[in-house]
């Protein structure tokens, strides 16, 4: 089955430093990849895709993410944490029939 | 573009009561998603179509649930009757038909069922 993991409820962080949040896949073939945040009470918002090519991916307020097949992992990743960044990051993998599967989430705490 | 919009933003209703939940997708997307979020079981795909036509509906709790898209920009999601288990935030999400691009979630409808 094609899914995604995310181990951690919960991952909490000083401001600026830097921030890592797991997730891990398992799909047979290409994986598409993405990485959604909610902030409260609002939809889930695309951050970054990695479809193919570079395995460092690039996507919006300074987050990236680090695409590795040998170990099935698409960590999202930022180098400074604002307090701002405090919400829920969903990974997801794009299944057959342009579904997604989405991940259970992992909740970001920047302590001030 | 404004977006995946959905209506209302809240709704409180009485157990037994019918719900509809109304959502308008970004104009030329061709797949149209229903997900429902709570805290116990997270995100959850109910149903989703392509080009108007449901697609998959294995994620529909039960015969209480339905959903109907008669048009492009427009889909609906219905309880009858609704139950207090059916609170939860209901989210649309559109998509176009390539495997490149993700989902565009609207700000979902939070449910509660008294």
């Known amino acids: 089955a094609q899914s995604v993991a995310q181990p951690e409820d919960q991952v909490n962080v ?3 430093n830097p921030l890592t949040v797991k997730c891990t896949y398992s799909v047979s073939g290409n994986p598409y990849l993405f990485w959604y945040v909610q902030y409260p009470n609002r939809g889930l918002q695309f951050l970054l895709k990695y479809i193919t090519g570079d395995n460092l991916v690039k ?8 695409f590795n097949k040998s170990q099935t992992s698409f960590h999202l990743k930022k ?6 960044d405090s919400a829920l990051y969903f990974c997801a993998v794009r299944r057959s029939g342009n579904q997604f599967y989405f991940g259970t ?7 001030p | 573009d404004a977006g995946v919009i959905q209506s209302p ?9 019918e719900v509809t939940l109304r959502c ?7 797949y149209l998603f229903w997900y429902r ?6 995100l959850e795909l109910l149903i989703y179509f392509n080009n108007n036509v449901p697609i998959d509906d294995s994620g529909m709790p039960e015969d209480r649930f339905s959903a109907k898209m008669p048009n492009a920009s427009f889909s609906t999601l219905k309880i009858q009757p609704s139950e207090p288990r059916d609170s939860a935030v209901y989210f649309c999400a559109s998509s176009p038909g390539t495997k490149n691009y993700g989902y565009t979630f609207g700000s979902g409808t939070r449910l509660t069922v008294v």
């Not at chain 1, 180098?79 to 701002?84: D, K, Q, R, Y």
């Not at chain 1, 989430?105 to 302590?111: A, H, K, Y």
């Not at chain 2, 933003?9 to 009561?17: A, D, K």
Request: glycine share 16%; proline share 4%.
């Open chain 1, 14 to 16: 000083a401001e600026g």
């Open chain 1, 59 to 66: 996507g919006s307020y300074g987050f990236e993410a680090e």
């Open chain 1, 79 to 84: 180098p400074s944490a604002l307090v701002s």
């Open chain 1, 105 to 111: 989430g992992t909740s970001l705490t920047v302590i």
């Open chain 2, 9 to 17: 933003r809240h709704e409180v209703t009485e157990m037994g009561q």
């Open chain 2, 24 to 30: 308008k997708p970004i104009s030329g997307h061709d």
């Open chain 2, 37 to 42: 979020q709570t805290m116990m079981r997270g």
